[in-house]
């Protein structure tokens, strides 16, 4: 396992140098979940909230995430990815999936149904933070 969160980072940071795989994680995130706050974030993966907070300026910055007044409650400011942190993460996602892609393309069709078979019962029975 250490060697795979080695080799995610490794890619992550080969695919896009501004990106650390944190960042790409968070920003994933924000798209699955349409936005969110940065408590919601924190919450999530269990995260002190300045080291969110440390994130969500850098994506800022770069002109990946913007902040929005939820309009339920205008106390809150919702982040969302910007049209620039859609596009990243999109051609982080596929550049990711190309290099997969090429990993995998010599396994023949029983060992990637095992593959897959494996990775369904690891998702299923784990909580993503253990």
């Not at 924190?42 to 440390?54: E, G, I, P, Q």
């Amino acid at each position: 396992m250490t060697t795979f969160a080695r080799r995610a980072r490794a890619v992550a940071a080969r695919i896009h140098p501004e990106l650390s795989l944190v960042s790409f994680t968070l920003l994933a995130h924000l798209e699955d979940s349409d936005g969110c706050r940065a408590t919601d974030l924190a919450a999530h993966y269990l995260l002190d909230k300045s080291t969110v907070s440390r994130q969500i300026s850098a994506l800022e910055r770069l002109g990946y995430v913007e902040r929005r007044t939820d309009p339920a409650d205008h106390r809150v400011q919702v982040l969302h990815l910007t049209a620039s942190g859609t596009e990243v993460l999109r051609g982080v996602t596929a550049s990711r999936r190309a290099l997969m892609q090429r990993r995998l393309a010599d396994w023949d069709v029983t060992d990637l149904e095992q593959f897959a078979t494996y990775l369904r019962r690891y998702n299923a029975t784990s909580d993503p933070l253990d």
